[in-house]
């Protein structure tokens, strides 16, 4: 089983929408992340979070430390927002601090 | 405000050539890693650094050398480039192990 979980894998959306995109994890954490990557294009950080919820726009994570459970909104959603929505939580193992990723939430908004 | 730079954007590789992808980062952090990215899977870890002179070994280490010299650079070399090493590369830093990570535009690399 992975450490870190998304679904759904993918989503495909109307124009206006609201979107829901969750995480789930399975290991101690100091942070999470939520990225996003544009086909063909790099991976830009969204949010970083390690309680509670942060606003950005039209974006909107929460993360729930006891459930280990993170989701992220997008309100009123628009073709720009396609993309690979990945989850990312910061865990201490190994010896190290280390990223874990999800696999990605490929999100399509259709006009 | 460039960031996090990596080059070349796409390289295409014979097997058992060898090649240096070239990462550096303009803004003072000490800490830099690579990662790949393969179709399904999560990113994964290669090699990471916390700062000039020390490197260590991430997840799938297998293959790659890293180096890093200056605060600013973090090259990954493949010594002896193999198909299975057919991948997205991703370059990142971020202040210290637990600060946001910034993330270069990715290197796609076939090895035929």
């Known amino acids: 089983k992975n450490e870190v979980e998304q679904s759904p894998q993918n989503l495909t959306a109307q124009e206006g929408e609201f979107i829901t995109i969750n995480c789930s994890y399975s290991?101690?954490?100091?942070?999470l992340h939520w990225l996003q990557q544009h086909p063909g294009g790099g991976i830009v950080s969204l949010f970083m979070?390690?309680?509670g919820k942060k606003k950005h726009g039209r974006l909107i994570a929460t993360i729930n430390i006891q459930e280990k459970h993170s989701s992220l909104h997008i309100t009123a959603s628009h073709p720009r927002d396609s993309a690979v929505y990945i989850c990312?939580?910061?865990?201490?193992?190994?010896?190290?601090?280390?990223?874990?990723f999800g696999a990605g939430t490929r999100l399509a908004v259709h006009p | 405000n460039a960031g996090v730079t990596q080059t070349p954007k796409f390289q295409v590789l014979k097997t058992g050539q060898s090649m240096t992808l070239q990462c550096a980062q303009d803004?003072?952090?000490?800490?830099m890693s690579w990662y790949r990215q393969d179709p399904g899977m999560g990113l994964r870890l290669i090699h990471y650094?916390?700062?000039?002179?020390?490197?260590d070994q991430g997840e799938v280490p297998n293959g790659y050398n890293v180096s890093r010299s200056t605060t600013e650079d973090f090259p990954l070399r493949l010594l002896s480039a193999a198909p299975s090493q057919t991948s997205v590369y991703f370059c990142?830093?971020?202040?210290?192990?637990?600060?946001?990570?910034?993330f270069g535009q990715g290197t796609r690399l076939t090895v035929v």
């Open positions: 990312a939580v910061k865990s201490f193992s190994g010896g190290y601090n280390k990223l874990i």
């Open positions: 803004m003072n952090h000490e800490y």
């Open positions: 990142a830093s971020s202040r210290g192990e637990t600060g946001q990570a910034f």
């Open positions: 979070l390690s309680s």
């Open positions: 290991v101690g954490i100091s942070a």
């Open positions: 650094s916390v700062g000039a002179g020390i490197t």
